[in-house]
């Protein structure tokens, strides 16, 4: 059983799902939620690894015919079966999570990892491959925020700053795959643009999420850092795009990403 377990993880995409969980859980502690955030932190994550559970089981031919060495199931390490009944199990424990966060709460997030796996069953492969990550981030502030005992919307900018949060981020995880994904047949939105116009997609919408931080937060401490520190990132990223540095670019977007989430979190009650 251990030894299956680490080929197990690996399969999960445990780096974006072990982030976002812990994004969630900063925003739900942040928010004044306490000891509920532990609810927060169990739906989320068990929902991120059904996500990426069932992106390495539905991706296990392509991933083979594409010869992709960081994927186990892939390297024969795991079977694809064992990846699929990881993926059920897993959102078996979300949905009973997310239900104990509240009916509205738990709905929203229900939603939110809907879009998961329909981004992994069929809107990766279309020119709308955006909107599920788009939707799925966008709606995980409202998660937090409507979680008992807050129960109410997040405010305007927080959703738009979600939404922008996980358009950039799919583009940023699209980026470093983009040849071996056309070779097997995926021709999502960052396949249909390019390199070069994937990272000028991130890069303005970035933009637009760090201008509704840094002036929709009432946390004025927050915006400043925002506003001034994405300046300079947005700045340096156009640079190194201009001069055709797309690596040091991509690690630019990522700290922008990381800027974004940090200015969300440090909002705190005024998520709501």
């Keep these: 059983m251990l030894r299956g377990a680490g080929p197990l993880l690996g399969s999960a995409h445990i780096e974006p799902s072990l982030a976002v969980t812990l994004a969630a859980t900063a925003l739900a502690v942040g ?21 990426g559970w069932s992106n390495d089981w539905l991706d296990h031919r392509r991933d083979l015919d594409a010869g992709r060495t960081d994927k186990p199931v892939a390297q024969g390490h795991i079977s694809a079966h064992a990846v699929a009944v990881a993926a059920a199990s897993a959102l078996a424990v979300c949905v009973i ?11 929203v997030h229900l939603v939110a990892v809907a879009a998961g796996w329909f981004y992994n069953l069929r809107a990766k492969h279309t020119w709308y491959s955006v909107a599920p ?70 890069l303005a919408l970035i933009c637009g999420g760090t201008i509704a931080v840094s002036t929709g937060s009432p946390n004025r401490t927050a915006a400043v850092w925002v506003g001034g520190v994405g300046t300079a990132l947005l700045v340096a990223v156009a640079v190194a795009v201009g001069y055709g540095r797309d690596r040091l670019a991509f690690r630019g977007v990522v700290a922008l990403l990381l800027l974004l989430t940090i200015g969300l979190v440090a909002s705190g009650t005024a998520l709501y």
């Design 31 to 51: 928010a004044g939620l306490g000891t509920h955030a532990l609810f927060v932190t169990l739906a989320v994550g068990a929902g991120q690894l059904s996500i």
């Design 97 to 107: 999570a997310s239900l104990a966060l509240g009916p509205v709460a738990g709905a």
């Design 133 to 202: 990550w788009a939707l799925a981030f966008g709606l995980l502030p409202a998660v937090v925020t409507m979680t008992a005992p807050l129960g109410r919307w997040p405010a305007w900018w927080v959703l738009a700053t979600g939404a922008v949060l996980g358009s950039g981020a799919h583009f940023a995880n699209a980026l470093p795959d983009l040849d071996d994904d056309l070779a097997t047949g995926v021709h999502g939105l960052p396949h249909r643009l390019g390199r070069r116009r994937s990272l000028l997609a991130t």
